[in-house]
Every structure is written in structure tokens, then in C-alpha cells.
């Protein structure tokens, strides 16, 4: 099925268009193949187009490369997080193997962005784990014993400390990580798809319609072609249970975000012309809330099991409303009509929050499910799966493999309808920090 993406993604917008896209349309053959150009593909590909100079690499993406997920997330680059699933980190060790992942996944985006000169708006202002709600703070207490044996620099905030530092009066606590990077994703990943090797071919709204291994050959049908190759690393993130990849151990969760237009000077100034910060909620389900560098209000409040392949324009309204109440709430002073665009996103889950990266046959390879960190993570699976694919081992790929496991999950409709009664119990729980 064709995966129809809307149009209306602030970050993708503030770019020029590119011009000659080329779309798979004739039968191909290569040493290696890559599905998805997001972070992830784009990375596999830089890292495979080094190893392989000589070597011919196919990438391909069903949309427009990096317009995806990549692009229409919040723009966070995580060193912690606190909900980043379905399930809370109590052991310790466990905490500190998925901060070591995060950890490299800064690094390696840095090194990217030093290497190649890449202006994403780049800010290692940290970030906020905020609540309205005076009873999170016990959350927040135990959140920062957790970051205070792991050597995380941090600091807890009340509500004056925080009208000053984000501009409402909304939230009454806050535990703020200094480890945190914000940046433009829809840059990040355009200086990803520029900066490809010369012998990596790119194909974009090309949807894989089917794949088979024959013999030592894998063989993948679109809808105006097909690639044989031999090698395949599987980067598609939310849509790798679509294409029957670890389907009993991933779920795909439809995101929807809204953007204002950028503050006049004087919306800017009556909230105190605070800098660029972002803030993600205590509660699952509360709202992600930013603001940009261009003072620009984004707000993530939605999160739902929907038809990952498109939404209408009709949905995407009643989901911008209830953004527009969120901003409402902690910004009355602005205007209602303020909202300039609004989309949304696939991101990929897994029942205990870990990621999926490993060899599932002899010349089969795949990198995904990263829980709503896929900047950092992405980009580090992206390169380290192209090692691993190349019979090759690293630290990080020791450091990757020593994570926890994905868990079984039920099939359908058992996990949709367990999804959706988690999702409805964790908005009503998180109900006043949207």
C-alpha cells in the first residue's frame, strides 16, 4: 500500500524543495539494498558507501527520502527520558544500558554535524520534564535519584523559577537534564540525503510491494520495478511489522503535531522573551511542547493505533484542535487562529521500550523501533548495522546488543485492542497536561 504523508510539516516546509528525485522504475541489481531512507538508511548508507567505495548500494524510500518520521518528530536529542514507553525503568542497570545508547547516539550525530559543517540549529540547551500537577513532584524526586547515580547533571525547578524560563504559568514543577540537544530534524535529515557517497543510489516514492529470499538472493518487487541484491538491511521503522519484520515484536503509533506561526514581537515579549527551550511530559500521553529558535510553539498531544498509511485532512483538524486547546492552556495570552501547520507521524513501539538490531538470516539485516528517540538512536543503528551487516564488531554494536531484548507481543486483534484500552487509560491519567 502506497504511504500517503500530508503536507503540512513546518520542519519540512522551511526547506527548499529538491530537485531530481528519482524514482524506481526499471529492474535493478546491487551488492546492497537498503528499505527507508530515514536517519537510520541514510546512516547505513553513508557508513556502507565508506566501507564499500567500489560496491554498488541501492536506497530506497517510499516517500521522499528523510520526510518521514525523521523530519516530523519534536526535534529532542535525548541523553534521558522518562516515558519513553509503556513501561517505567526501575532497575538501574537496565536505565543505564539504554542511556548508553542514547549516549552514543549523541556523539555520533555530533561527529556527523562537525565533519560535514551542518547547520541544524543545534542548542545543548537541555530540556524539561515538566507537570502541572503538584503531585508529580514525588515522580520527579525518584526520576532524580535515578540521574544522580548515573552521574546525570540536572536540577529541579518550581513553577516562578519556570514562568521564567519558559514563558507560562502552566506547569508547577519541572526537572530540567542538561545532557539534552535540540535541533531542526528536517535539516539534520536533508544534510543527510547531500552528503550520501557517490556510489549510493537513491530512489524515493518507491513503495516495496513485496520481498522473498531465493537462494543466497534477495529479491524485492515495487510497484514500477524490482531489485535483486545481495545484502538487505530493513531501516522503515513504524512499517516494519507492515512488511512482516519482527511483527510480533513491534507496533506502530500514529503521532499527530501542530506549529505556530513565529511570535510578533510583542507576543514574544509579553511572555517574557524566554530562550529556546523544549519540554516533555512526566505523564505519558501529556503534551511535548517547544519552542523554537525562530519562536515558533510546537505541541505533540495526540498519540494513537491509526491507519499508519495516511490521514485525512478531516482527522488531522480534530487533532489540531485539541493542540491548539494545549497551547491555549499554557499560553492564553496568544491568539486562537495562531497555528500555522499542522501533521503527522509514524514512530515504532515495543512492549518493554527497547529497540530492535539484529541479523534475522545470512544476508538479512534490520534497525528500528526506537520509542520516540530516533534522531541519536536511529542515526547510531543506521551506522552500526551496516557494520554488524559487514561481519564486523565495534564497542557500540557491544554496547547496542547489550540492551534488553524486545518482548513477544500478542498478534492482532488482541494487540490493538490492548494498545488502545493502554492509550486511553494513560490519556484519562494524563488528562490535565494536555
Avoid at 53 to 61: E, M, R, S, T
Wanted: net charge positive; proline share 3%; with cysteine.
Amino acid at each position: 500500500m502506497q504511504i500517503v504523508n500530508d503536507n503540512g510539516c513546518s520542519w519540512i516546509n522551511d526547506l527548499n524543495p529538491r530537485s531530481n528525485i528519482k524514482v524506481l522504475d526499471k529492474h535493478k541489481e546491487c551488492e546492497w539494498l537498503i528499505i527507508g531512507a530515514g536517519y537510520t538508511g541514510l546512516s547505513g548508507a553513508r557508513k556502507l558507501g565508506q566501507l564499500y567505495p567500489n560496491q554498488k548500494i541501492i536506497l530506497v524510500d517510499a516517500l521522499l527520502a528523510g520526510e518521514g518520521a525523521s523530519s516530523r518528530n519534536s526535534g529532542y536529542l535525548v541523553d534521558t527520558t522518562l516515558n519513553d514507553g509503556f513501561t517505567s525503568n526501575k532497575e538501574l542497570d537496565n536505565y543505564k544500558k539504554k542511556a548508553d545508547i542514547y549516549k552514543l547516539g549523541i556523539d555520533v550525530v555530533k561527529k556527523f554535524i562537525k565533519e560535514y559543517q551542518v547547520d541544524c540549529d543545534w542548542n545543548e540547551c537541555g530540556k524539561y520534564f515538566a507537570s502541572s500537577k503538584q503531585e508529580d513532584t514525588k515522580i520527579l524526586e525518584n526520576f532524580s535519584e535515578t540521574l544522580l547515580k548515573l552521574g546525570f547533571e540536572h536540577n529541579l525547578l518550581s513553577k516562578k523559577k519556570l514562568k521564567k524560563k519558559l514563558g507560562t504559568n502552566f506547569y508547577n514543577i519541572a526537572l530540567h537534564t542538561k545532557g539534552g540537544i535540540l535541533l531542526h530534524p528536517g535539516k539534520l535529515a536533508r544534510a543527510m540525503i547531500d552528503t550520501l557517497p557517490n556510489n549510493v543510489i537513491l530512489y524515493e516514492n518507491s513503495s516495496l510491494l513485496d520481498w522473498k529470499k531465493k537462494n543466497d538472493i534477495v529479491i524485492c518487487k515495487f510497484k514500477n520495478g524490482s531489485i535483486k541484491t545481495k545484502k538487505i538491511i530493513f531501516a522503515t521503522n513504524g512499517f516494519l511489522k507492515s512488511l512482516g519484520i519482527k511483527s510480533n515484536y513491534n507496533f506502530p503509533i500514529t503521532l499527530t503535531a501542530s506549529m505556530t506561526r513565529s511570535l510578533s514581537d510583542e507576543e514574544f515579549t509579553s511572555l517574557g522573551e524566554p530562550k529556546e527551550w523544549g519540554v516533555l511530559p512526566v505523564r505519558p500521553m501529556g503534551a511535548t511542547v517547544r519552542m523554537t529558535k525562530d519562536r515558533r510553539i510546537l505541541i505533540r498531544n495526540t498519540a494513537e493505533v491509526y491507519n499508519p498509511y495516511q490521514m485525512s485532512k478531516s482527522e488531522l483538524t480534530k487533532r489540531s484542535l485539541k493542540q491548539k486547546i494545549g497551547i491555549k492552556k499554557r499560553f492564553p495570552e496568544l491568539p486562537d487562529n495562531i497555528i500555522q501547520s499542522s501533521w503527522s507521524g509514524i514512530v515504532s513501539r515495543t512492549r518493554n521500550s527497547s529497540q530492535i538490531f539484529e541479523k534475522i538470516d545470512d544476508n538479512i539485516f534490520v534497525a528500528g523501533c526506537y520509542n520516540g528517540s530516533g534522531i541519536g538512536v536511529g542515526t547510531l543503528f543506521g551506522e552500526q548495522i551496516a557494520i554488524k551487516a559487514s561481519n564486523e564488531n565495534t564497542k557500540e554494536i557491544e554496547t547496542i546488543e547489550a540492551r534488553n531484548k524486545p518482548t513477544w507481543l500478542p498478534p492482532d486483534p488482541i494487540l490493538s485492542l490492548g494498545v488502545r484500552a493502554r492509550l486511553i487509560y494513560e490519556r484519562f491519567r494524563a488528562k490535565s497536561e494536555i
